[in-house]
């Protein structure tokens, strides 16, 4: 379907259809620079977007306008509505927590296509996919020799139905590449195996782009490769050949100059930008980077400052590919034909970037500037990834946290329990716990452990600790994950392991681990104390998230750090140390060891990566990587196009988002007589929606487990097991840090507004459901901001909850609700429910006219005579389409019946 449905007569732009001749082999491309100035002009980020409207034009789904708009792209981008364009990428990414719903609504649908009499093998992957499985690994195992190969079958033992479910798509689908578990992040493995740069398609070449389940799958802009995170419900459209609708975006242009001091790492660089856009503002916008500074970045520094996006909340934070990409294509093993043919057709393209040359500088909607120079060493927190702190500051802007009002800066400790003490044992020895005391240090996330620059830093760091005598305390969770079998390949060949081991960073699994609240369990002895005497402990991770629940949910503190700083408080033992004044340890003679002392500068780092990160090392781990392990060879998965579900499993289940489903198209749908489920303030993320984390023992989703005979100690995670929405139904605003105004204490409550019961979200809107009643949420802004996590629109779905209604929300989440048919709406500038005097008790009339328009605003009315007027957030005709056919999916069904 997609592009084969309609077949244009001729295609519009084949007069710019060229040949080019590399390595003996003739190809056809489009040759864009024929457009003239107005190309030369365009950012290159814009390029690629312009190149995929030329190439799929079709004049149905991307059409000569799309083309036009993007080549007008200087005055459309300040269109004050914005300009919708389509876009076609290249392929679809995916993660296992992200993929596994994706795959069963896949399966679904095939039962869906047979059920309406159409043919369910239809239903296939037009786009090619990829899906890594990565998110499933928890850091059960820690200090020990053979942690990986025990959390490694812990996972398999969890995880085995949602396995081998995934072995079944892997063969029951066309053009799914499926990576099995134990072979490292999705991002790392996309920028070290998985990327093209340049797609070869038969005999065409064009730029390689893609969108993903992932809000990190921005990391692949560092290699000059368009992308970026959407939901999965959109991804699933994109899977079977649908084009995106997009608004054509800002392109900030954010030039570097200078040179990174020795002391500073790319960690310290991305949290600076992370801070520094956070405040410009950049949502919804693209960052394109250039200047000469850029030069002076590895590639896995620009994956590094492109993967923490989502956190600075542009679209994409772009680079475009330039000799230093050529080369790194080299180091990973791409063959000499491949890169002759990145070279030759992005030189052909002008897509090839000089940075030194400000000739090649395009325009920009506004440009920023960052001296290198400037970047001090830095962490994040102690609850949000842009809430940068200079280390030398670390230590008072801690204590400040402490005393400060409950907030994103503030515990609100009382002055008499400051000093809050707590003693505890562990392996038969006393310690004690203090605020501000570390009790998780975790190297992990694709954000860093991407990059050999830290990655070996912290080795060489933790190399100097060892030989000064310093250690770690024993009851300190501790844990290296490498976002691939490169990692400990370089490590192991820069003599760096031994101490590390030493230390405690043991390889305890190959995924995205602490990042994603995979952290285990701490021991019972430190977990009594934190909680008896209200203990701020503290999370530090190389991560890219900290949001409040998501790392453990006792570390009420979590900072972001390079993983050499995770390995310097981790042996400090604490957050609350100035590095400037006193000193991490004492060595063998007593004699007291700074940070300083033991810091290894940026070019001492560079000189052993150049000696250890090699082509062999790419080769050897990705010429077996789709194999996988033993335990993966051996798992046997079902036979046939049609999945035989299990009415049984805990795990796998047919989602009811098609039952009841017609061929008969619904239409628009007004909501009446709603009551307020949710009464949310701002910031609320997808991680307070539809966590991803630990089950706890006294959720619905525990009652529903338990009386499934499932004990705790097998509840697994509400990420592992979105493959059931029985659960994730129940998992949905189950965040023990949710905060609804119409419950007083923090947690997954709400109160049922005709009988004045406090009840978990699940049950209330189970009663109201029962009394026939429909549900909205009024909640502030940024709302679903964070992950690009379907769930978290499927959730309230399955809810009940018919529209939102927010100050603002971040863009994959708008998306993913008007993708499950959920009204999203906006309050006027300057309007909110504290304005408008909303308690959330009232019930409300939401008109929906059926021929409604993008953004249009339509009126809100109560039972307490409150009207207000809402922006409709359908920002595109595309969005009302979908809503009319009741989603997304729903709509690509009856395309399939057509």
Known sequence: MGSDEVKPQSDPFEKFKKTININNKQYFYFNLPEFGPEYDQLPFSVRILLESAVRNCDNFQVTENDVQNILKWKINQNVKDGVEVAFKPARVILQDFTGVPAVVDFAAMR???????????????????????????????????????????????????????????????????????????????????????????????????????????????????????????????????????????????????????????????????????????????????????????????????????????????????????LSYLQQTNRSNEKIAAVKAYLESTKMLRNYDDPSQDPVFSQITTLDLGDVVPSISGPKRPHDRVSVSEAQKDFQTCLTNKIGFKGFNISKDKLNASAEFEFNNQKYTLRHGSVVIAAITSCTNTSNPSVMLGAGLLAKNAVEAGLSVAPYIKTSLSPGSGVVTYYLRESGVTPALTQLGFDTVGFGCMTCIGNSGPLPESIVNAIESNDLVCCGVLSGNRNFEGRIHPNTRANY????????????????????????????????????????????????????????????????????????????????????????????????????????????????????????????????????????????????????????????????????????????TFANIRLVNKLVKNTGPKTLHIPSGQELDVFDAAQLYAKEGRSLIAIVGKDYGSGSSRDWAAKGPFLLGIKAVIAESYERIHRSNLVGMGIIPLQFRQGENAETLKLTGHEVYDIDIPQDCKPLQEIQVKTNTDIVFSAILRFDTEVDILYHKHGGILNYMIRKMLD
């Open 560 to 731: 972001l750090a390079s993983p050499l700083l995770v390995i310097a408080y981790a042996i400090a033992g604490r957050i609350d140390i100035d590095f400037e004044t006193e000193p991490i340890g004492t060595d063998k003679n007593g004699k007291p060891v700074f940070l300083k002392n033991i810091w290894p500068s940026r070019s001492q780092i560079q000189i052993v990566e150049k000696q250890t990160v090699i082509p062999a090392m790419f080769r050897d781990v990705y010429a077996r990587i789709e194999n996988g392990s033993n335990a993966w060879q051996c798992l046997q998965a079902p036979d046939g196009q049609l999945y035989p579900w299990d009415a049984s499993s805990t795990y796998i289940k047919n989602p009811p988002f098609f039952s009841g489903m017609t061929k008969t198209l619904p239409g628009v749908r007004s909501v009446k007589g709603a009551h307020v489920l949710l009464f949310l303030g701002d910031s609320v993320t997808t991680d307070h929606i539809s966590p991803a984390g630990s089950i706890a023992r006294n959720s619905a989703a525990a009652r529903y487990l338990a009386s499934k005979n499932i004990t705790p100690k097998d509840f697994n995670s509400y990420g592992s097991r979105r493959g059931n929405d029985d659960i994730m139904a129940r998992g």
């Open 111 to 325: 039962d869906a296509v047979k059920s309406l009499g159409g043919d369910p093998i239809k239903i296939n992957p037009v786009c090619p996919s990829d899906l890594v499985i990565d998110h499933s690994v928890q850091a059960d195992f820690v200090r020990e020799a053979d942690a990986q190969q025990k959390n490694e079958n812990l996972e398999f033992e969890r995880n085995k139905e949602r396995f081998t479910f995934l072995k079944w798509g892997a063969k029951a689908f066309k053009n799914m590449l499926i990576v099995p578990p134990g072979s490292g992040i999705v991002h790392q493995v996309n920028l070290e195996y998985l990327a093209r740069v340049v797609f070869s398609d038969g005999d065409t070449l064009y730029p390689d782009s893609l969108v993903g389940t992932d809000s990190h799958t921005t990391m692949i802009n560092g290699l000059g490769v368009l992308g970026w995170g959407v939901g999965g419900i959109e991804a699933e459209a994109v899977m079977l050949g649908q084009a995106i609708s997009m608004l054509l975006p800002q392109v900030l242009g954010y030039k570097i100059t200078g040179i990174l001091n020795q002391f500073a790492t790319s960690t310290d660089l991305v949290l600076t930008i992370t801070k520094n856009l956070r405040q410009i503002g950049v949502v919804g916008k693209f960052v394109e980077f250039f200047g000469p500074g850029v030069t002076q970045l590895s590639i896995a520094d620009r994956a590094t400052i492109s993967n923490m996006c989502p956190e600075y909340g542009a679209t994409v934070g772009f680079f475009p590919v330039d000799q230093n990409t």
